[in-house]
């Protein structure tokens, strides 16, 4: 047993930024299949029911499940039990790591599982609360939806501990791979379920992707060494168990102001014009396509290498650690936003455009990707940002600072939405974004004397001027282009779409080439490899010995 611990232990070289590349690399081309499978899921639901009231009932039928899931696992178990179990790992102490995620898988059932069940019981009353706008027949259908979907939370809890486990370990593969089951499961739902069962499938659709999602954790977790046992004796005096709960708390209340974020977005949405929060739910999805690909993969892929550092208290290395992957996620992020900007319309367009999702749909649709996507940049670097304190147990600044980012988004909507209507939450969420980003970045440089500063600017100046070049090849490309195809035909729109996105690309490329961008040069060596499949230098890279 010991034998096989040490082989799978966390092995951290002198040049963090490669495994963290490496890692990155495995989760992103995982991400982007995820993220593909959910475009394919959204164009179903678009095309099969439109932007109206059954997809309304969908997306607010998600909130309440979401948000006992996301306030006990998604962040605040693995904001802190990542760091702890890392930790514990890092300093060979097997038993005590196993006893740790043992107790806390547990006391996690325990929990959730009460947590649901009377949320459940009260559903027609909180749902009443959270849709003000729906009519009782609406109001009906969102309880059914709930109540159905409230064994998620379950399956998506057992499954969220599963991947701290494997992320501690970086089994990357793996734990990337759980979100494509869980999107196909939805897909099931939309063209099978549906079909036998009307809308009510699609959130049985749901609870099979959160079945799928934890069975195709469950074997790697065990290989590694996790056996489950249903002892609850001593749970509660562990320390390490106790320490997880006090940061816990903290970034309990955090998640908890993000998941009243949404809400706002819910019952704002639910006094508006039918399809409201649906138009939203579908800008933001397309938006959040490279924010899960490049922000959340380079977050997740850094987070134990942070917490290791944090822990034997390597301050030279945190930061090289963190200026690299805060410069690598912009890299991919800055030029993603300007692309998605420039060409929002033909995006959602190839996308969503379709059966019963009509132009007025789709207008109201890129109008508000667009607003989102001005402030991509800065959702994609709040999950490092708020990582990097995480990593050093400090869960209650992130918190602070959400209350604040809260306060803006609340109060820019309460300001803009007699004028812009759904675009007043585009707007707000944005602006709070920002603030929020700011804010982390400026709480976290008061830790240090230096977080590469001088580097991050130059690497951000260089990738602006790539991406202006870019932006400008879009721009005359889109012109052409527009001008030789058939605009009303869905060939004409994909051709504009492509020619000029991948003349962006091109462009970027070859300028990030002339200025010898850092970035651009780590990513080149970094995709050059797995071309070659250079196998044995990707395992030297990342310290693994079978993962990924």
Not at 112 to 137: D, H, N
Not at 306 to 324: G, M, V, Y
Not at 455 to 478: D, M, N
Request: hydrophobic share 55%.
């Amino acid at each position: 047993m010991i034998k096989k611990f040490l082989n799978n232990k966390i092995i951290l070289n002198s040049s963090p930024s490669r495994s963290v590349v490496s890692a990155a690399f495995v989760i992103t081309l995982s991400g982007l299949a995820s993220r593909l499978l959910g475009l394919f899921r959204d164009r179903f639901l678009a095309s099969t029911f439109g932007a109206g009231d059954v997809l309304d009932v969908y997306y607010a039928a998600f909130r309440v499940p979401d948000l006992i899931y996301n306030l006990l696992i998604l962040g605040a178990l693995s904001a802190a039990f990542i760091p702890v179990f890392t930790s514990l790992i890092s300093h060979e102490k097997e038993g005590e790591a196993w006893e740790l995620a043992g107790g806390i898988m547990n006391l996690a059932i325990v929990f959730i599982s009460v947590l649901s069940l009377i949320f459940a019981l009260f559903a027609p009353w909180i749902m009443k609360m959270i849709t003000p706008g729906f009519s009782p027949e609406k109001i009906s259908q969102v309880v059914i939806f709930t109540r159905i979907m409230f064994l998620s939370p379950l399956f998506l809890g057992i499954s969220g501990i599963f991947g701290g486990i494997l992320t501690s370990f970086k089994r990357f593969l793996i734990y990337s791979l759980a979100p494509i089951f869980y999107n196909f499961g939805i897909i099931v739902g939309v063209l099978v379920f549906v079909r036998f069962m009307g809308p009510i499938g699609l959130a049985w659709g749901v609870v099979f992707g959160a079945f799928l999602h934890v069975i195709v954790q469950y074997p790697a977790a065990r290989n590694l060494g996790y056996r489950h046992s249903w002892s609850f004796i001593g749970h509660f005096s562990n320390k390490e168990i106790r320490k997880i709960f006090r940061l816990m708390i903290p970034r309990t209340l955090g998640i908890a102001i993000g998941q009243i974020n949404l809400l706002v977005i819910t019952i704002f949405a639910s006094t508006m014009a039918a399809g409201s929060l649906a138009i939203f739910n579908f800008a933001q999805n397309l938006e959040s396509v490279p924010l899960g690909i490049f922000g959340i993969s380079f977050s997740i892929a850094v987070f134990p290498t942070l917490s290791h550092f944090a822990a034997k208290k390597d301050d030279q290395n945190f930061i090289i650690s963190f200026s690299q992957t805060f410069r690598q996620i912009l890299f991919f992020v800055i030029p993603a936003s300007v692309f998605i900007l420039l060409l929002r319309a033909q995006l959602v367009r190839i996308i969503l455009g379709s059966g019963k999702f009509d132009w007025e749909d789709t207008e109201l649709t890129f109008s508000c990707l667009g607003i989102l996507a001005a402030s991509l940049f800065a959702q994609s670097v709040i999950p490092l940002l708020a990582r990097s304190f995480y990593a050093m147990h400090d869960t209650k600044t992130p918190f602070y600072i959400a209350i604040v980012s809260e306060v803006v988004n609340i109060g820019t909507v309460l300001l803009l939405i007699g004028k812009y209507q759904i675009l007043s939450l585009a707007i707000a969420f944005s602006l709070s974004s920002i603030a929020q980003m700011m804010l982390l970045l400026f709480w976290l440089r008061t830790r240090y004397d230096n977080l590469d500063d001088k580097k991050i600017i130059r690497a951000i100046l260089k990738i602006v001027l790539a991406t202006f070049a870019a932006g400008i090849g879009i721009q005359l490309l889109k012109y052409i282009v527009g001008r030789s195809v058939d605009m009303d035909t869905f060939i004409g729109v994909f051709v504009q779409f492509s020619v000029s996105a991948s003349a962006g690309v091109l462009i970027f490329a070859a300028v990030c080439h002339a200025i010898k961008l850092e970035e651009f040069m780590n990513f080149k060596k970094s995709l050059s490899k797995r071309l070659f499949r250079e196998r044995k230098d990707i395992v030297e890279d990342t310290g693994e010995v079978s993962g990924l």
